[in-house]
């Protein structure tokens, strides 16, 4: 044996850069491993953006709604989704949305009702709008309700999912 094979070359000095990820690699809390995997996944982020939404509405219902859901409209029994439009009684474009009125008629034949919209006049639709009072969660006094007809509007028929069989708004 020659005192060469007897050294060793010293071994080579651990790569910084990978000591430094396997350290945060174990220091990351499991909350944050999960999060960081959670953000690659796109189809995951857009349903909880979609979850936290629906939990909004209903947290903020009353609010949302923009009739009373216990309020009676016997003129609108069962009566079909109001129509937005972007056109005004004229046929011009318009860059905010609106509605047509409601028109009850009925069939002289079958004698059947039917709601048509009225295209000679057009409510443009409020962001915020001031509607029937409400008791947000049972303990503010409110009347803002959010997508109400303008203020020239003289009834307001803006039933976004039709009415019931009482004349109830069902959205």
Request: proline share 9%.
């Amino acid at each position: 044996m020659t005192i060469d094979s007897l050294t060793r070359e010293a071994p080579a000095p651990p790569d910084i850069e990978s000591d430094v990820e396997d350290t945060r690699l174990t220091v990351t809390p499991q909350w944050k491993l999960v999060w960081w995997r959670f953000k690659k996944h796109r189809i995951a982020v857009v349903s909880a953006v979609v979850l936290v939404l629906l939990y909004l509405v209903a947290a903020f219902a009353d609010l949302v709604a923009p009739q009373d859901p216990n309020a009676i409209n016997g003129s609108y029994r069962l009566a079909p989704p109001t129509t937005i439009t972007f056109f005004d009684p004229d046929g011009e474009f318009t860059f905010w949305p609106g509605v047509n009125p409601l028109r009850l008629e009925r069939d002289s034949n079958t004698l059947r009702l039917s709601y048509l919209p009225d295209t000679s006049i057009w409510y443009p639709i409020e962001l915020i709008g001031r509607g029937p009072s409400y008791m947000l969660w049972g303990v503010v006094p409110m009347d803002l309700h959010f997508l109400r007809l303008g203020g020239q509007a003289t009834d307001q028929t803006f039933f976004l999912l039709g009415t019931d069989r009482l004349g109830r708004d069902e959205f």
